[in-house]
């Protein structure tokens, strides 16, 4: 059986580009999950959650309940950097934005990922006491992956993207990923394959502008034992512009069309499916 999901944040709300991928994964899928990625637990509103479900059903899609919430997870995620941890794949990393854009500044040659500028593992080096030092002083940090001694650990990987077969993973697209911070338990892409796979997701269908993300998530995959599920990114729909489309342009938003007469058939019919 096709598993898909949906996986929206509840920071705004839904607009044509939602549409969209929600729908693109509702019909390339036999079970259709729905999750809610609010462990930004600052911008996320329980009002853009109700208007998620609201403009799903109006849509025509329906999903499996219970619906998941990333905020609900915590023990999850926790488990799962107990075990990177305990695999010696992760270490603290007490730089501030401002340190690693100087960092990256001063170095000849600084490498790029698909973000920008690759963390240069300022804090990989420190001593174990340097960094109990740090922590019992108080000092803020971000737990990282060290993705040099990972890839080391699994080896040669790859994961199957639809249209395109098997592909090569390259680890080091991100360099040492954040795996979680003091205000955040998770980061997106290791919340993201524990919940694919607690889930049973079989195939990811997002856009392709998160195509680089599969080959850091297929590298935790592989370090946490978790299931391998298939992907399809499909095309970004653009607005008028050329740009993606942004939940800060109200006048997109499934609530506006829909106020304005739209029905499911007409966005439908924009939609390019």
Known sequence: MIVTRFAPSPTGLLHLGHAFAATKSFEAGERFILRIEDLDRARSREEFVAAIFEDLRWLGIGWQEPVLRQS????AYRAALHKLDALGLTYPCFCTRKDITAEITRAAEAPSGPDG?????????LTQSEQDERIAASVPYALRLNVTKAAEQVGSLTFQEQGQGLLRVRPDLFGDIVLARKDLPASYHLAVVVDDADQDITMVTRGEDLFPASHVQRLLQALLGLPEPHYAHHKVIMDASGRKFSKRDKSI??????????????????LPL
């Open 72 to 75: 609900e997870r915590t023990a």
């Open 117 to 125: 500028p690759i963390y240069p593992g300022t804090c990989r080096s």
């Open 253 to 270: 938003t499934l609530r506006s069309l829909r106020e304005r007469g739209w029905t499911p058939a007409r966005i439908r019919a924009t």
